[in-house]
């Protein structure tokens, strides 16, 4: 079984279970090694990994994490993609309404708080999820404190004129 | 079960020590429970302390198995402390908004220890470096012949 697949510019963990999701955090502890991103940076990038990879496995049929590096905006790009049947009370878990029924709840939601960009895209042929997490000294932004959200709809940048956005197709 | 999944399990008089380390998977962490609420009512245990100082990462499912524990430790008649919690590991679960009710957590192991009532009593192993260690800074001060 192969853990990871290197294309030119991107690794892909497959997720199908979740004893896939020691994968994917070892996948995010290189990659944050590799830019030599450390403690509280590299800690928030390998949880939500931890919390996108959860979801998958435990509510899809299936699906990938891809990690990407961009050396121009130096971020760390990490995209979740699934082939599940969509999220359908997207808005509810976004504003913190929601309560798995193994606790807390708050995977989505935790790992968009840990995100400098986070997108999500929802429809009934599957789910993809996208965060960005500055590298270089340019993320500080939410460095220990909570940052405030407005509902879901997730747009956020971190000062580049990025507008990442959330919708449910 | 896979030797990879085993948790460690330390009987420390009436207590339980659990230390955590590195990569803890979604198996070792069902298994944690199980073998930790086994034990409490096998070895009649007081307390239980779960120290995390070689965990890797805690996300939101290894801090809600936990919250479950503590719960069904204090439905057995055990309390729950953990200890360890690296400052980056903090900020990561702040900046998440999550919480762990119910668990009292302390900064370090002999911390918990102190709130299960184990405190140290003795020194040092060699009785020497007691005597050494009274008549230096480190110690309670001079010893009486030395005033």
Known sequence: MRLAEDSDDELVVPIRRESDLNHARMIARETCKLVEIRGYQAQKIVTAVSELARNIARYTGGGRIRFRVDTLTESIIVVAEDDGPGITNLDEILSGGYRSRTGLGRGLLGSRELADRFDIQTAPAGTTVRVAFDYGGRGSRGSGSRKSRGGSSGDRDAGRGKAWTTSTR | ?147
Request: with cysteine; proline share 4%.
């Open chain 2, 1 to 147: 079960m896979d030797d990879i999944n085993q948790v460690t399990c330390i009987p420390l008089w009436d207590c339980l020590l659990v230390p955590l380390h590195g990569d803890v998977s979604d198996e070792q962490a069902e298994h944690l429970v199980t073998e930790v609420l086994e034990r409490i009512k096998a070895d009649e245990c007081y307390g239980v302390l779960v120290d995390l100082s070689g965990v890797w990462t805690l996300d939101s499912h290894l801090c809600s198995v936990l919250a479950n524990l503590a719960l069904a430790a204090r439905m057995m008649g055990a309390n729950t402390v953990l200890s360890g919690i690296k400052p980056e590991i903090a900020m990561t679960l702040e900046a998440m908004g999550i919480e762990l009710p119910g668990i009292e957590t302390v900064a370090t192991l002999e911390d918990a220890l102190g709130k299960m009532g184990i405190t140290r009593s003795r020194r040092s192993r060699d009785a020497e470096d007691d005597e050494f260690l009274l008549g230096t800074p480190l110690g309670r001060g001079p010893r009486e012949d030395q005033r």
